[in-house]
């Protein structure tokens, strides 16, 4: 987690910034009572990563109903990654390297026992397309 707290955005990975942006613009969208999927999916379309955003979208559902606690999300133009932002990257991360050491503590502490399994499922296939898709860094 601590390798993504406070990161300025440019310097991360190129997955790692559509996943943040992505993070954001749900909540964006959630906020301003439009469809996620919807509001995302043109977004998602033009990185080829289609595939993720069904698996991507329950995770963040997850989260939004089942969670511990409220997680807290900056704005699109916020230059760093907070501290919620940076332990979803670390789980996103995790989850691609099936590091379930990692993993399964981060999990545990942000949502609610019932919503584990299929937060687990779901995080690990979005990650697991995007390790698999050549994502291009942005000019």
């Known amino acids: 987690m601590y390798r993504f707290l406070d990161r300025p955005v440019a310097s991360l990975a190129p997955g790692e910034q559509i996943l943040l942006w992505s993070m954001r613009g749900w909540v964006t969208a959630m906020a301003t009572r439009q469809c996620p999927a919807r509001a995302l999916g043109p977004f998602f379309e033009r990185w080829r990563l289609a595939d993720i955003l069904p698996d991507f979208n329950m995770a963040m559902a997850l989260l939004n109903c089942e969670g511990q606690e409220r997680l807290h ?56 397309m995007l390790r698999r898709t050549p994502v291009p860094r942005a000019s």
Not at 88 to 106: E, G, I, K, S
Request: hydrophobic share 50%.
């Open 73 to 128: 999300f900056c704005g699109q133009q916020c230059p760093q990654a907070n501290d919620d932002e940076a332990r979803l990257l670390a789980m996103f991360h995790a989850a691609a390297a099936d590091d379930y050491r990692v993993l399964r503590p981060l999990v545990d502490l942000t949502l609610k026992p019932q919503a584990v399994p299929p937060f687990l499922a779901a995080i690990g296939q979005a990650a697991d």
